[in-house]
C-alpha cells in the first residue's frame, strides 16, 4: 500500500543548468516571515527546529520537523504554498534531493505537478530511506517521466509509503534541484563517446544510485554518471580529471578503464576504487603503467607507488615522477645526461628527471617496482632536451635514440617503439661508439652505439664521407652538431 504524507514546496527558478538550485533549507530566514511555521501550511504540526544531529551528514543549524499521526491522508500532510508567485525552470536538470531523517525505513515517494497550468501532470518517482533514523540524503532522478517540463510549480514529498502505526517524527532540510553532470561548460550528455582528452575538469553533480519511476507500476531508474563518463573518455586519452567542487553520490574512479594512469582530484575518497585518487594532496595507492600515458597537472604525494614496468640486466633509460636513488630501481649506479654521450652519477635523481641505470638487474613488468612515501612532482612542459624522458608510450621513434633490448643505444624508426616512464636521445654525435659515465667505460663495452650513419651532408648540401671538423652536420635527415 501507497499511503502518502505530502509536503508541498515551490521550486526557485535556476539560473544556470551547471548550479545547485535550493528549494528549502532551514537557514534560509526569506520564508520564515510566512508564518509561525516558517512558511508551511498548518498540517502535521510543522514547526522550524533546532537540528537533532548535526554530527551527520547534515549539520545544518535549523530543519523543518513534522509528526505523522496515522495513516489518514489529512493527518500525514504538510505544504509550503510558493507555487502562485514563483515560476521555476529546471533549466534541463532532472534530478532532485533532499535530507530526511526519521524512524522507520521505507520507501520516499517524491511529486512533481505543474498547477499553475491547471495541474496538467503528476510525476512521481520513489526512492528508498535507509537510514534508520538517521539523516540520509534522497536522491530522485525524473529523467524517465516523459511528462515533466522545465516549469513545475509544486514539490511534493511524500515521507513514508507504508503504513504509519503510531506518530513518527519527521525531519527535513536541504531540498534542492541537482545540477546537471558537465565537463567544463559542456553538458555531459552532450560529450561524443570516445572524445574527451587530456587534463579534463568536471562540474555540476555526478551521482550513481537508483529509484523508482512511480508513475503507474513502478520500475527501476538506474542512473551511473561516472559509467557515462568513462564512455566519453578516449582510449590512452584523458590523463587527469579535477572533480573538486563537484557534487558526488557514490562515487568511484570510473577512469582507470581507459587509462590505468589516470590521476583524479577529488574532494574525498571513494567508497571504492581509491586507486590513483587525490584528497587534500595525497593518495594511498598510485598505480603507473609503462603502457599508458601519464600527466601530473598538480602535485601531491603517495604512500604507494606501483610501476608496471621491466628492466633489462645492465642498463636502462627511466623518466620519474618522483625522485629515486640507485637501490630502488634496481641498480647499482644512475646517472643524468651531461652531453653528447656523457653520463654523470649521482646518488639519487630528481622528480621529472630522464636518466640512466648501470649496473641493474632483471625486473619483470610483473611485479615491477613498488616505491613508498613519494612526492610526486607536477609535471612540466619538458622532460629534457637532447636525452628527453617520456610520460607516454611512443609508436614512432624515427630520428631518436633508445636502449634497445641488448642494452645498446639503437636508432629508432617508425616500426620501433618506446613505452612510457623511458628516456631517449634526440641525436648522437656521429663519432661516438660507447657511453661515457664520468670518464670511463671500462666495464660498460656491451652498451657501445648502435648509430647507422648511412648518409652525412653539410650544411651547403655536400655530402661528405666523413665527418671532418667541428661544425653542424645533416646525419640522416637530422641536423646534428658536432663540438
Request: glycine share 10%; with cysteine; charged share 20%.
Amino acid at each position: 500500500m501507497k499511503k502518502l504524507l505530502l509536503t508541498l514546496v515551490t521550486l526557485v527558478t535556476a539560473t544556470a543548468a551547471s548550479a545547485q538550485i535550493v528549494l528549502w533549507d532551514g537557514e534560509d530566514a526569506t520564508i520564515t516571515d510566512r508564518n509561525a511555521n516558517a512558511g508551511w501550511w498548518d498540517r502535521g504540526n510543522p514547526t522550524l527546529v533546532d537540528n537533532p544531529e548535526k554530527d551527520g551528514i547534515n549539520t545544518s543549524n535549523k530543519c523543518l520537523k513534522f509528526t505523522m499521526t496515522g495513516d489518514d491522508f489529512g493527518k500525514k500532510h504538510v505544504a509550503l504554498p510558493f507555487r502562485d508567485w514563483i515560476k521555476p525552470d529546471l533549466n534541463g536538470n532532472r534530478r532532485l534531493s533532499f535530507m530526511i531523517k526519521k524512524e522507520v525505513n521505507d520507501n520516499v515517494l517524491v511529486e512533481l505537478s505543474d498547477p499553475t497550468n491547471g495541474g496538467e501532470y503528476w510525476q512521481k518517482v520513489a526512492a528508498w530511506y535507509g537510514g534508520g533514523g538517521k539523516w540520509q540524503k534522497v536522491v530522485l532522478d525524473f529523467s524517465t517521466n516523459d511528462g515533466l517540463n522545465d516549469f513545475p510549480g509544486v514539490f511534493a514529498i511524500t515521507a513514508q509509503t507504508g503504513s504509519v502505526t503510531s506518530n513518527q517524527d519527521v525531519y527535513i532540510d536541504n531540498i534542492v534541484i541537482e545540477p546537471v553532470p558537465m565537463v567544463g561548460t559542456t553538458p555531459l550528455k552532450d560529450i561524443t563517446d570516445g572524445s574527451l582528452t587530456g587534463n579534463i575538469t568536471l562540474r555540476g553533480s555526478y551521482m550513481n544510485g537508483d529509484c523508482q519511476n512511480a508513475n503507474g507500476d513502478w520500475f527501476e531508474v538506474k542512473y551511473n554518471d561516472f559509467a557515462t563518463l568513462e564512455d566519453k573518455l578516449g582510449d590512452n586519452a584523458v590523463t587527469s580529471v579535477d572533480m573538486r567542487g563537484t557534487i558526488l553520490k557514490d562515487a568511484y574512479n570510473s577512469t582507470r578503464g581507459k587509462n590505468p594512469n589516470c590521476i583524479v582530484y577529488a574532494d574525498a575518497f571513494f567508497t571504492k576504487n581509491n586507486e590513483n585518487v587525490v584528497v587534500n594532496g595525497t593518495t594511498t595507492t598510485l598505480i603507473l603503467d609503462d603502457a599508458h600515458p601519464f600527466n601530473a597537472p598538480t602535485g601531491f604525494t603517495a604512500t604507494s607507488v606501483e610501476l608496471k614496468r621491466g628492466v633489462k640486466d645492465g642498463i636502462n633509460t627511466f623518466c620519474l615522477p618522483f625522485a629515486v636513488t640507485p637501490s630502488e630501481v634496481s641498480a647499482t649506479k644512475i646517472a643524468t645526461f651531461k652531453g653528447g654521450v656523457t653520463f654523470t652519477t649521482a646518488e639519487s635523481v630528481a622528480a621529472n628527471t630522464p636518466f640512466i641505470t648501470v649496473g641493474a638487474t632483471e625486473v619483470a613488468k610483473d611485479p615491477g617496482f613498488t616505491f613508498s612515501n613519494k612526492t610526486i612532482v607536477a609535471t612540466p612542459a619538458s622532460l629534457g632536451t637532447t636525452f628527453q624522458g617520456t610520460y607516454k608510450p611512443l609508436s614512432d621513434t624515427s630520428g631518436n635514440y633508445g636502449i634497445n633490448k641488448d642494452g645498446k643505444f639503437q636508432g629508432g624508426s617508425s616500426d620501433t617503439k618506446c613505452n612510457a616512464f623511458r628516456a631517449y636521445l634526440t641525436t648522437i654525435p656521429s663519432t661516438a661508439r660507447s657511453i661515457d659515465i664520468d670518464g670511463e667505460t671500462t666495464g660498460i663495452s656491451n652498451v657501445s652505439l648502435e648509430n647507422p650513419v648511412k648518409e652525412i651532408y653539410n650544411l651547403n648540401g655536400v655530402r661528405v664521407d666523413k665527418i671532418g671538423q667541428k661544425g653542424i652536420y645533416i646525419i640522416n635527415g637530422k641536423k646534428v652538431i658536432v663540438k
